[in-house]
C-alpha cells in the first residue's frame, strides 16, 4: 500500500478547512513540526481511514468520538493508494448529531479507462471492511507490528509473547489461507465421518429387515390357505342369494298387477261420478227453459211502444239544444258587456294615478332637495372649522421639525463609536478564549512533566532525566505565568468595555426612540397639508352644489301647484264617463231578450225524466226476450245429450265389475315377503363379511410379496454398501492427513521455519550498521524441555560482546536498535510475500534514545535501505536528525486547526 493522497478534516486537532497531503511525488519523507502541532495525528488518519483504528484511543468505549476535534460534529478522512498496480480510495466519515454516532465507509477502484473511480462498498461498514482488509491482505495488527512504527512502540512485535510473535508472522506471510484449507479439511472428515456414521445405522436397519423375511414367508402361506377356504364358502352363499332375490322378483311382480288394477277401478269410478253429476245438471237446465218458456210478453206490443217513446225523445232533445245555444250566446255577451266594463275603469283609474305619481315624485324631489341643502349648509360650516384647526396644527409641527437637522449629525456620530468599540471588544473576547485554550494546554503540559512516575516525556516519548525535567517544569511555569498576566489584562478590559458598550447602548435606544418621533412629525405636517389642500376644494364643490339646488327647488314648486289642479278636474268627472258609452248599453239590452227565452223552453224540459226512465224498461225487455229465444232454439240439442250421457254411464259400470273380478282373482301371502326379505339381508351380510375377509387376505398378500421383493433388493444393497464403507474410510483418513499437515505444526510451521532465516538475515544485516558489527539477531522457533523433547516457539536471542542474552536484558537505546532492525527485516517479508518491492515504510519518533552517533547511524540505515522502499515516512522534532532529509512537511498548529506546508531542503 503506497499513499498518493490524504484529505482530512475535523480529525484531532486539524480543523474545519480541508487539508489535502499529496504523497505522490515524494519517496523520503519527514514529517516535523512542533510537539502537539498534528505529526502523529496526521498518521492516525492514515490507519482510522483504511482500518478505523488509531493510536490511544483503539481501547476507549467510543473511539470514534475520541477523534472528532472539540465543537465539530462531523469529521472526514479519505486515502487515495496504490496496490497492485492498482489505484484505490477509501473514504471513511463519522458524525454525531444529537446525541446519535453515524459512520460511513466507501471503498473505490480507478478506472484508467473512464477516468473515474468505480465503487466497491458493500451493504453494510462491516462488510466494506472486511472487503479492504481482504484486498490488502493485511489488517491493523499485522501493519503496526511490521511496516509501522508507532510513536513509543517501536518494541510493539519484540515485547509480544512468543505465541504472539507466531501469529503476527502468520498473517504476515498469510498464512490464514492454510487455516481455511485446515477448516476445510477437517469439514471434509466431519462430513464423510457424519457419512460413514449414517452408512453403518442403514446396514444395522438393513440386517435388522433381512431378519423378518423367514417369518415373512410362513405367514405368507398361511393367508394363501386361509384364502382358498373362504372362495368356496363365498360361493354356496351367493347361490342361497340369487335363489331368495328370484323369489322376491315374482312376489314384487304380482304386487305390481294388483296396483295396476286397483288404479284402473279408481279411475273409472270416477268417471262414472263424473258423467252422472252431469247428465243430472243437463236434465235441469231442460226443466227450466221449458216453464219460463210459459210466461214470455208479447213482442209486438214491445216494439210498437219503444218507436212512440223514441220520437217523443227526440223532440226533447232539440229543445235541449235550443235552450243551450241561448245560453252560449248570453255568456258570450255578459263576458263581452263586462270586459268593456273594467277597460273603461282601468283606462280612468290608470290616468289618475298617473297624475297621483307625478304628483309624489314632484313631492320627493322637493323634500329631497331641502334637506340636502340643509346638510351642505351644515358640511360649509363644519370644513371652513376644520380647515382653521388644520393651520394651526401645521403651524405647530412645522416649528418642532426645525432641530432635526443637528440632531440627526450628533446621532450618527454616537453610533460611529458605538460600532468601534464593539468590535474591539469583539476582538478581545477572541483572544481571551485563545489564550484560555492555551492555559488548559499548558497545565496539561505541566501536570504530565511534574507526573515523577513516568520517566518519559509524554509528548515524544523520549526517556528524561530529572534535570531535564525540572528545567522543562519551570520553563512552563515562566510561560503559564506570563499567559495569566495577558489574560488578567484582557479580562480587565473586557469588563470596562462592556459597561461603557451598555450604557452607550441605552443611550442609542433612546436616540433611536427620538428619531422615530422625527419622523412622525413629518408624516404629520405631510398628512396636514395634504388634507388642508384637499378640505379647500371640497368647501368650494359644496357651495357650487347649494346655489344649483336653489333653482331647481324653485322649478319644482310650480310644477307641483299644477299637477295637483288636475287631479281634482279628473276625479270630478268620474260619475258622468261610463255613461256615455253606446257598446255597453247594447250588451245589456241584448242579455235581457235571451233570459226570457230560455225561461220558456225550461218549463217545456219539466217532464223529459220520466219519458226517459220508461223508455230504458221497454229496451231491457226486448234484449231479455231475445237472450231467452237462442236458449229455448237449443232444447232438441240437450234432449239429444241426455240420451247419450245415460249410453256411457252404463259402459262405464260394466267395465268397473270386470276390473273388480280381476282383483278379486289376484292373491298375495304376506309372510313370504318379510320371509324372503330377512333371508336375503342375512345373506347379503355373510356375503359383505366374507368379501371383507378376502380383501383383509389379499392385502396381507400383497403387501407380503412386496416386502420380501424390498428385502430382496435390500440384500443386493447390503452387498454394494460394504465397498461404499472402504472408499469412505478412505477418504476419511486422506483428510485428516491434509487437516494435519495445513495446520499449526504442519506447512505453517515450515513456512515460518524457512521464514525466519530470511528475518535474521536481513535484520543482521541492518543491526550490523548500527552497531558496528558488535551484535547479532538469534530467533529460536524450537527449544529443548528438560523433560525431553522440544516445544515450538519465538523467542529472541541477542549475541554481542557480553555473550548471548534475550531481548528483554536490553533497554534504551540498544533495544531501539534490535527492534528497529527485526522491524525492517519484518517489513521486507511483508513485501516479498506479495511478489512486489516493499511499499511503505513509517516510522513516528522514536529516535530521542539515540546519542549523536547512534542517530547517524540510524539515518545511515535509512539511507541505505531506501532503495528496498517506494515511500518512506519519518516523525521526528530532533533539529540534528530531521534537517538529514530533502522533503520537509511542515506541521503548524493555529486558530483554524493544524495546517500542512510541503518545504523541500535539497
Known sequence: MIPRKLELKNFLSYGENMQTVDFSRHSLICLSGKNGNGKSALLDALTWVVWGQARKITAAVKPDEGLLRLGQSRMMVSLEFDFNQSIYRVRREFAKTYGKAQLALDFEVYDASSDRFFPLTEKTVRQTQEKIETTLGLDYETFINSAFLRQGQSNEFSKKSPRDRKIILANILGLSKYDKLQQAALEKVRYYNDAKKLHLQTEEQINAELEK????????????????ILNSGAIQIQTQFQNNLEQKN????????FDQVAKETGIQ???????????RAVIKQWRNIQAKSLKLPDINKLELEKQTLQKKEQIFLDLRQESLKHQEEIIKNKEFYQKRLVMLESNFEKKLNELKLAIERSEFTSTQNKKIMQQKSAAIKDLSGKLDLMAKEQEQTSKKLNGKELFEQAANNIKA??????????????????????????EERKTAIQDIHNPACPFCEQMLTAKRKQFLGTKLVKSEIFLNTRLTRITNIIKKLKVILVEQHKQILNIDKEFNLYKQLEAKFDDVTKKIEETKLGLADYKKELAELEVEESKTAFNLNKEKDMLTQQESD?????AKDKELEDSAKKIAVLDQEVAKIKKKLFDYSEMQAQLKRVEASIQDYSQFRQEFDAQANRRLLITLLIKEVRELQKNIVLLTNRLNAITIDPNIESTLEKNIFELKKNIEEVAKQKETLTLQIGRADNELGRLEKLRVKAESRKDKLKQLDQEIEDYQFLASTFGKNGIQALLIEDAVPEIETEANRILAKLTDNQAQIFIESVRDLKSGGVKETMDIQISDAAGIRPYEMYSGGEAFRIDFALRIAISKLLANRAGTPLQTLIIDEGFGSQDEEGLTKVMSSILAIQEDFLKIIIVSHLSEFKDNFPIHFIIEKKLGGSEIKIEERG
Open 269 to 279: 269410478q270416477a268417471k262414472t261420478d263424473q258423467k252422472i253429476a252431469e247428465l
Open 250 to 257: 315374482k312376489l314384487a311382480e304380482q304386487k305390481k298387477e
Open 213 to 228: 423375511e423367514a417369518a415373512l414367508k410362513a405367514a405368507q402361506a398361511e393367508n394363501c390357505k386361509n384364502l382358498e
Open 417 to 442: 463609536q458605538f460600532e468601534k468599540r464593539r468590535a474591539f471588544y469583539q476582538s478581545c473576547i477572541d483572544r481571551g478564549n485563545f489564550l484560555k485554550t492555551e492555559k488548559v494546554d499548558l
Open 574 to 578: 268620474r260619475l258622468t264617463h261610463f
